[in-house]
Protein backbone atom coordinates (compact mmCIF):
# COMPACT_ATOMS: atom_id res chain seq x y z
CA UNK A 1 0.00 0.00 0.00
CA UNK A 2 0.63 3.31 -0.34
CA UNK A 3 3.12 5.02 2.81
CA UNK A 4 4.20 8.44 3.40
CA UNK A 5 6.71 9.54 5.94
CA UNK A 6 6.87 12.63 7.66
CA UNK A 7 9.75 13.68 9.46
CA UNK A 8 10.62 15.19 12.33
CA UNK A 9 7.84 13.62 14.33
CA UNK A 10 7.74 16.35 17.11
CA UNK A 11 10.38 19.62 16.98
CA UNK A 12 10.85 22.07 19.51
CA UNK A 13 12.47 25.35 18.26
CA UNK A 14 13.59 28.79 19.89
CA UNK A 15 11.09 31.78 17.97
CA UNK A 16 12.88 33.76 15.06
CA UNK A 17 14.32 30.50 14.08
CA UNK A 18 13.34 28.26 10.95
CA UNK A 19 12.35 24.52 10.36
CA UNK A 20 12.39 22.38 8.17
CA UNK A 21 9.52 19.60 8.22
CA UNK A 22 9.90 16.76 5.01
CA UNK A 23 7.11 14.88 3.65
CA UNK A 24 7.95 11.74 1.42
CA UNK A 25 6.11 9.39 -0.84
CA UNK A 26 8.10 5.76 -0.09
CA UNK A 27 6.43 3.65 -2.39
CA UNK A 28 4.97 5.81 -5.21
CA UNK A 29 5.71 8.74 -6.86
CA UNK A 30 3.27 12.08 -5.65
CA UNK A 31 3.47 14.98 -7.98
CA UNK A 32 0.88 16.13 -5.80
CA UNK A 33 1.25 16.60 -2.01
CA UNK A 34 -0.93 19.01 0.59
CA UNK A 35 0.23 20.46 3.78
CA UNK A 36 -2.51 20.98 6.69
CA UNK A 37 -2.52 22.41 9.77
CA UNK A 38 -4.72 21.43 12.54
CA UNK A 39 -5.59 23.36 15.20
CA UNK A 40 -6.60 22.43 18.57
CA UNK A 41 -10.34 22.33 18.06
CA UNK A 42 -9.89 19.45 15.82
CA UNK A 43 -10.57 21.01 12.18
CA UNK A 44 -7.42 20.01 9.19
CA UNK A 45 -6.51 23.67 7.31
CA UNK A 46 -5.36 23.02 4.28
CA UNK A 47 -2.16 25.60 3.88
CA UNK A 48 -0.98 24.58 0.44
CA UNK A 49 -0.69 22.28 -2.74
CA UNK A 50 2.64 21.41 -3.52
CA UNK A 51 3.31 20.49 -7.23
CA UNK A 52 6.18 18.73 -7.99
CA UNK A 53 8.39 21.15 -10.02
CA UNK A 54 6.66 23.84 -9.62
CA UNK A 55 5.49 26.93 -7.44
CA UNK A 56 3.14 25.55 -4.60
CA UNK A 57 -0.41 26.97 -4.60
CA UNK A 58 -0.95 28.52 -1.78
CA UNK A 59 -4.94 28.53 0.36
CA UNK A 60 -5.99 32.63 0.88
CA UNK A 61 -4.77 33.74 3.91
CA UNK A 62 -1.70 31.44 4.14
CA UNK A 63 1.86 33.15 4.12
CA UNK A 64 3.67 32.11 1.82
CA UNK A 65 6.78 33.58 2.91
CA UNK A 66 6.69 32.66 5.98
CA UNK A 67 5.29 28.34 5.46
CA UNK A 68 7.85 28.03 2.12
CA UNK A 69 7.13 24.56 -0.13
CA UNK A 70 9.38 22.97 -2.10
CA UNK A 71 8.36 19.46 -3.92
CA UNK A 72 11.85 19.21 -5.83
CA UNK A 73 11.35 15.45 -6.62
CA UNK A 74 8.52 13.21 -6.77
CA UNK A 75 8.89 11.85 -3.90
CA UNK A 76 9.63 14.95 -1.18
CA UNK A 77 7.94 17.82 -0.10
CA UNK A 78 9.06 20.10 2.06
CA UNK A 79 7.55 22.67 4.45
CA UNK A 80 10.03 25.45 5.92
CA UNK A 81 8.71 27.52 8.58
CA UNK A 82 10.86 30.55 9.19
CA UNK A 83 11.16 32.71 11.36
CA UNK A 84 8.69 30.38 13.65
CA UNK A 85 6.79 32.16 16.57
CA UNK A 86 4.64 31.23 19.31
CA UNK A 87 1.84 31.24 17.14
CA UNK A 88 3.01 29.03 14.63
CA UNK A 89 2.69 25.97 17.17
CA UNK A 90 0.37 23.55 15.59
CA UNK A 91 0.56 19.81 14.07
CA UNK A 92 1.53 19.97 10.27
CA UNK A 93 0.46 16.92 8.23
CA UNK A 94 1.32 16.64 5.19
CA UNK A 95 -0.55 13.93 1.85
CA UNK A 96 0.08 13.07 -1.32
CA UNK A 97 -2.11 11.29 -4.05
CA UNK A 98 -1.01 8.13 -5.16
CA UNK A 99 -1.80 9.10 -9.42
CA UNK A 100 -3.28 5.26 -10.38
CA UNK A 101 -5.46 5.37 -7.45
CA UNK A 102 -6.41 9.10 -7.61
CA UNK A 103 -9.70 7.97 -6.88
CA UNK A 104 -8.96 6.68 -3.58
CA UNK A 105 -8.66 9.94 -1.59
CA UNK A 106 -5.01 10.87 0.25
CA UNK A 107 -2.34 9.11 1.73
CA UNK A 108 -1.15 10.84 5.03
CA UNK A 109 1.99 11.52 6.47
CA UNK A 110 2.03 10.90 10.60
CA UNK A 111 2.46 14.25 11.36
CA UNK A 112 4.56 17.30 13.10
CA UNK A 113 3.74 18.60 16.07
CA UNK A 114 5.81 22.10 16.10
CA UNK A 115 6.28 23.55 19.05
CA UNK A 116 7.67 27.13 19.30
CA UNK A 117 9.39 28.48 22.44
CA UNK B 1 -17.85 24.77 -3.66
CA UNK B 2 -18.12 21.72 -1.99
CA UNK B 3 -18.60 21.19 1.79
CA UNK B 4 -18.29 18.57 4.78
CA UNK B 5 -20.58 19.05 7.88
CA UNK B 6 -20.02 16.85 11.05
CA UNK B 7 -22.73 18.21 13.48
CA UNK B 8 -21.58 16.56 15.96
CA UNK B 9 -18.28 17.23 17.88
CA UNK B 10 -18.13 14.46 20.25
CA UNK B 11 -20.01 11.26 20.25
CA UNK B 12 -20.21 8.79 23.51
CA UNK B 13 -20.75 5.66 23.49
CA UNK B 14 -20.83 2.67 25.00
CA UNK B 15 -18.62 -0.53 24.44
CA UNK B 16 -20.98 -3.09 22.94
CA UNK B 17 -22.95 -0.78 21.71
CA UNK B 18 -23.69 0.36 17.80
CA UNK B 19 -22.10 3.56 16.98
CA UNK B 20 -22.96 6.19 14.09
CA UNK B 21 -20.70 9.47 13.38
CA UNK B 22 -22.60 11.64 11.38
CA UNK B 23 -21.89 13.33 8.04
CA UNK B 24 -23.51 15.14 5.30
CA UNK B 25 -21.85 17.15 2.36
CA UNK B 26 -22.42 19.50 -0.60
CA UNK B 27 -20.65 19.32 -4.02
CA UNK B 28 -21.87 20.18 -7.73
CA UNK B 29 -21.12 17.08 -9.50
CA UNK B 30 -21.02 13.66 -8.14
CA UNK B 31 -19.64 13.10 -4.71
CA UNK B 32 -16.36 10.86 -3.52
CA UNK B 33 -16.75 10.29 -0.50
CA UNK B 34 -14.22 9.57 2.47
CA UNK B 35 -13.72 8.32 6.08
CA UNK B 36 -10.62 8.90 7.85
CA UNK B 37 -9.30 8.26 11.80
CA UNK B 38 -6.99 9.76 13.58
CA UNK B 39 -5.47 8.88 17.00
CA UNK B 40 -3.62 11.36 18.79
CA UNK B 41 -0.63 12.59 17.29
CA UNK B 42 -1.02 11.07 14.14
CA UNK B 43 -2.00 11.35 10.85
CA UNK B 44 -5.05 10.34 9.10
CA UNK B 45 -5.69 6.52 8.11
CA UNK B 46 -8.00 5.85 5.66
CA UNK B 47 -11.40 4.14 6.76
CA UNK B 48 -13.32 3.79 3.71
CA UNK B 49 -14.11 5.38 0.28
CA UNK B 50 -17.85 5.72 -1.75
CA UNK B 51 -17.17 6.00 -5.04
CA UNK B 52 -20.03 4.55 -7.29
CA UNK B 53 -22.16 1.38 -6.79
CA UNK B 54 -23.50 0.01 -3.85
CA UNK B 55 -24.67 2.88 -1.36
CA UNK B 56 -23.20 0.28 1.47
CA UNK B 57 -19.54 0.26 1.98
CA UNK B 58 -17.63 -1.65 4.30
CA UNK B 59 -14.31 -0.11 5.59
CA UNK B 60 -11.51 -1.47 7.60
CA UNK B 61 -11.87 -2.15 11.27
CA UNK B 62 -15.31 -3.43 10.84
CA UNK B 63 -16.66 0.05 9.95
CA UNK B 64 -19.06 0.66 7.29
CA UNK B 65 -21.27 3.37 5.92
CA UNK B 66 -23.95 4.31 3.91
CA UNK B 67 -24.55 6.86 0.97
CA UNK B 68 -27.84 8.51 0.92
CA UNK B 69 -28.21 10.28 -2.06
CA UNK B 70 -31.36 12.29 -1.11
CA UNK B 71 -30.10 13.15 2.12
CA UNK B 72 -26.36 14.08 0.93
CA UNK B 73 -25.50 11.94 4.06
CA UNK B 74 -22.47 9.37 4.28
CA UNK B 75 -22.59 8.42 7.77
CA UNK B 76 -20.59 6.15 9.35
CA UNK B 77 -21.39 3.21 11.22
CA UNK B 78 -20.38 0.11 13.30
CA UNK B 79 -22.79 -2.48 14.89
CA UNK B 80 -20.49 -2.94 17.88
CA UNK B 81 -18.06 -0.03 19.27
CA UNK B 82 -14.72 -1.24 20.93
CA UNK B 83 -12.68 1.33 23.68
CA UNK B 84 -10.11 0.96 20.75
CA UNK B 85 -12.21 2.82 18.43
CA UNK B 86 -11.85 5.91 20.63
CA UNK B 87 -10.62 8.30 18.26
CA UNK B 88 -11.23 11.31 15.84
CA UNK B 89 -13.03 10.82 13.23
CA UNK B 90 -13.26 12.82 9.55
CA UNK B 91 -15.65 13.14 6.75
CA UNK B 92 -14.29 14.13 3.22
CA UNK B 93 -15.90 14.50 0.05
CA UNK B 94 -14.40 15.59 -3.51
CA UNK B 95 -16.30 16.39 -6.64
CA UNK B 96 -15.69 13.23 -9.10
CA UNK B 97 -15.84 15.68 -12.01
CA UNK B 98 -11.24 14.69 -12.93
CA UNK B 99 -8.15 15.58 -11.80
CA UNK B 100 -6.87 16.30 -8.50
CA UNK B 101 -9.14 17.99 -7.00
CA UNK B 102 -8.81 19.07 -3.73
CA UNK B 103 -10.48 17.16 -0.69
CA UNK B 104 -12.78 18.93 1.79
CA UNK B 105 -12.88 17.67 5.26
CA UNK B 106 -15.10 18.18 7.81
CA UNK B 107 -14.36 19.56 11.47
CA UNK B 108 -13.97 16.52 12.62
CA UNK B 109 -16.14 14.15 15.35
CA UNK B 110 -14.52 12.68 18.44
CA UNK B 111 -15.73 9.32 19.46
CA UNK B 112 -15.41 7.96 22.94
CA UNK B 113 -16.63 4.54 23.38
CA UNK B 114 -16.89 4.01 27.12
CA UNK B 115 -15.84 0.74 28.64
Known sequence: ?117 | AQSVAQPEDQVNVAEGNPLTVKCTYSVSGNPYLFWYVQYPNRGLQFLLKYITGDNLVKGSYGFEAEFNKSQTSFHLKKPSALVSDSALYFCAVRDSSGGYQKVTFGTGTKLQVIP
Open chain 1, 1 to 117: GAVVSQHPSRVICKSGTSVKIECRSLDFQATTMFWYRQFPKQSLMLMATSNEGSKATYEQGVEKDKFLINHASLTLSTLTVTSAHPEDSSFYICSAIQPERANYGYTFGSGTRLTVV
